[in-house]
């Protein structure tokens, strides 16, 4: 199943949305409603929490007095973090429970207020942040929960802030305007990505660019890439492999194709073949079938084997390199990649060439070929400086 995780802060209309996609078919995992369930009277949660604070924090029918609760663990660090200790397990567990319920088919979104504060962005394979103005959030706070104005500031500033929640985001939605728009633009993701990045996920099928188009640098790629990896590591938890941002995407002010190249170390490339391979596809990067491999540099017989994984997300294509540690592929994807951050002439070398090939070059399959030539110079060009600066991979 796909799991999305839905966030914003205080006042940006994330319940709409929650509700939303709820209509539209989705299976909703309310975190608010999950961490006040695990607290109910008679649960043990509460039990807990009774005997680490004492009866205090009951109100007179025997609940959970929040108010009386968040008196005790104001300022207290030690006390907040046994508080934490107590309902986060179980929140985790009754969360993990629900969407194993839910069908193999199922688009499981998990609405968590404070996802990105506490880290889980990388659990879920798509980040949904809606973003509001805080102009208009202050004014919603007041108009719809009767919030006086220094209260809402000041939930607001004890939240992440737009800039943090948008580093975690796959997809942003704005809801700056009114509901009918943003309907219009949770329709469009769940038509357009969400019931796709499910089937794909599901039927262990990588997305392929269409088409060769070459895009101008985007300053946001390398954003792109921390969030891929930190899914990746998450998936390949508690082993901790090297990830590496390759290829033009990982060049500053290189245009390139719209596709993120990472390279993920193995050991050997029956690792990359077992187990390893499977959580891959499970985390949404589905191997790509048949034989793939580099072309040597210089140019040579034989050829260096790796494997290639893709991404099941239709709006963000991903080329994940295995390749063994030490091994020249390896190597040379460093190489090329170190080479031309340092070395002007040889991007601006390089993007004329990709200009030219893209006007001619009918599928990328052609378009890698024409390029090799220039790779054979270049990779000379790239040891000459790999042994002049003692550049080490």
């Keep these: ?40 009277p ?37 006390a907040r973090r046994r508080l934490e200790a107590i ?65 809402a500031e000041r939930r607001i500033a004890a939240q992440a802030d737009d800039a943090r929640r948008r580093a975690a985001a796959d997809v942003v939605l704005p809801n700056d305007a009114g509901l009918t728009e943003l309907h219009a633009a949770v329709d469009a993701l ?21 088409r060769l188009v070459l895009t101008e640098a985007d300053p946001t790629w390398p954003q792109q890439y921390a969030r891929l990896a930190a899914r990746i590591r998450h998936a390949l938890a508690p082993a901790g492999p090297r990830i590496d941002h390759i290829g033009s995407t990982a060049v500053p002010g290189l245009a390139a194709k719209d596709v993120i190249d990472i390279q993920l170390t193995v050991a050997s490339l029956a690792e990359a073949d077992g187990p390893l391979a499977e959580r891959l596809a499970d985390a949404g990067f589905p191997r790509l079938p048949g034989e793939w491999w580099d072309n040597p540099r210089p140019a040579a017989s034989g050829r260096w084997e790796k494997r290639l994984h893709g991404s099941a997300d239709p709006g963000r294509p991903v080329h994940l390199h295995l390749r063994v540690a030490g091994s020249p592929g390896w190597r040379y994807a460093l190489l090329m990649r170190d080479h031309l951050r340092a070395d002007p002439e040889q991007r601006v070398a ?14 990328s399959a052609t378009y890698g070929t024409l390029k090799d030539p220039w790779f054979d110079e270049e990779h000379l060009r790239a040891e000459e400086w790999a042994a002049q600066t003692g550049w080490r991979p």
Excluded: C
């Excluded at 989705?26 to 006040?36: L, P, T």
């Excluded at 390089?350 to 599928?363: F, G, I």
């Design 87 to 151: 309902i986060h397990p179980r929140v985790r567990a009754r969360t993990a429970a629900l969407a194993a319920a839910a069908p193999p088919d199922a688009i499981v979104v998990n609405d968590v207020p404070l996802l990105v504060e506490v880290g889980l962005a990388p659990t879920y394979h798509l980040v949904v942040v809606v973003e509001t103005a805080v102009a208009t959030r202050l004014e919603r706070l007041a108009r719809d929960r009767g919030m006086d104005r220094a209260e």
């Design 42 to 78: 008679g649960t043990d949660g509460l039990a807990e929490i009774v005997e680490a604070f004492s009866d205090r924090v009951l109100d007179a029918g025997g609940a959970l007095d929040r108010a009386a609760l968040g008196a005790v663990v104001f300022g207290d660090e030690a």
């Design 190 to 210: 769940w038509r357009d990505r969400l019931i796709p990045y499910e089937a794909n996920l599901r039927e262990r099928r990588a997305v392929r660019p269409a």
């Design 350 to 363: 390089y993007l004329q060439l990709k200009r030219e090939l893209v006007a001619s070059a009918p599928d």
């Design 1 to 40: 199943m796909l799991m999305v995780g839905l966030t914003g802060g205080i006042g940006s209309g994330k319940s709409a949305v929650s509700a939303r996609l709820a209509a539209l078919g989705a299976v909703v995992i309310d975190a608010d409603r999950v961490a006040r369930e695990v607290v109910d």
